[in-house]
């Protein structure tokens, strides 16, 4: 058995219709606690107050955020190289959940800075890497509805992800690169003196867990949603011209 069986859009469909009801119910066993406890169960931080709650949300979506587009770099690739149509699809389908993503993240961080910082926004390396990534987001989408072909579609979106990998990698490594800037640095560190105290460790992982799995069950839901649309046009296409 190979891999690259899974990239044939019937063997895909068959594998994620079973998976998916899996992956769906282990979303639900591992975000709801994960959010449920850290928002209702975790005390007060000393020096961030209330605010730290955000930490649930902010950190897992920023991690996606980024994962995401790495998601879409190596199926993009697998594309350019091997042409394999589900992971050309399953890049396009990836795309929007990465753009909410981003978004969270941003707006998150703003609600959790504001109080910290004095200010909603402060152009911060992480921070503006972040909003570039956003806007790649975007800009990886139009291009999907801009052109037609859907493999012209799918050649162009993948140097464009290309590209914008740059700005992942400079968005997970900022706070590194840099050392001016307001934002903090890694919350989850192998440094005893960087690292989150466990209370609010564990519920953390947790909801690490629940957005990865909601993005796992998000993304078959809507590649299988992809190759059924690509199904649809190239029947309609069948018939103008029989």
């Known amino acids: 058995m190979s891999i690259w069986e899974y990239a044939n859009p019937v063997k895909f469909m068959q594998t994620s219709g079973w998976l998916l009801p899996w992956v769906a119910g282990a979303t639900v066993l591992t975000l709801v606690p994960g959010l449920v406890w850290g928002f209702f169960f975790t005390p007060?931080?000393?020096?961030?107050?209330?605010?730290v709650k955000v930490i649930y949300v902010h950190v897992p979506a920023a991690t996606l955020a980024i994962?995401?587009?790495?998601?879409?770099?190596?199926t993009s690739l697998i594309w350019l190289i091997r042409r394999h149509h589900v992971s050309a699809l399953a890049a396009k389908a990836a795309a929007p959940?990465?753009?909410v993503m981003t978004l969270i993240a941003l707006v998150t961080g703003a609600l959790w800075g504001q109080p910290m910082w004095g200010t909603w926004w402060e152009w911060d390396p992480?921070?503006?890497?972040f909003l570039i990534l956003?806007?790649?987001y975007l800009g990886y989408m139009a291009l999907w509805e801009a052109i037609e072909n859907p493999d012209t579609a799918a050649d162009l979106t993948g140097v464009?992800?290309?590209?914008?990998?740059?700005?992942?990698?400079?968005?997970?490594?900022?706070?590194?690169f840099w050392n001016q800037g307001l934002h903090q640095g890694s919350t989850l560190s192998l440094d005893s003196?960087?690292?989150i105290s466990d209370v609010y460790w564990q519920p953390l992982v947790l909801s690490i867990v629940g957005f990865g799995l909601l993005f796992v069950t998000l993304l078959l839901l809507r590649t299988r949603t992809e190759i059924?649309?690509?199904?649809?046009?190239?029947?309609e296409q069948r018939e103008r011209m029989a």
């Open 126 to 129: 992480r921070l503006t890497s």
């Open 67 to 74: 994962n995401i587009w790495v998601m879409m770099l190596v």
């Open 97 to 99: 959940i990465g753009m």
């Open 44 to 51: 007060v931080a000393a020096e961030f107050g209330a605010t």
């Open 193 to 195: 003196e960087e690292h």
């Open 160 to 176: 464009l992800c290309l590209v914008g990998s740059v700005f992942a990698v400079l968005s997970r490594y900022a706070a590194i």
């Open 134 to 136: 956003f806007l790649f």
């Open 228 to 235: 059924r649309s690509r199904r649809l046009k190239a029947l």
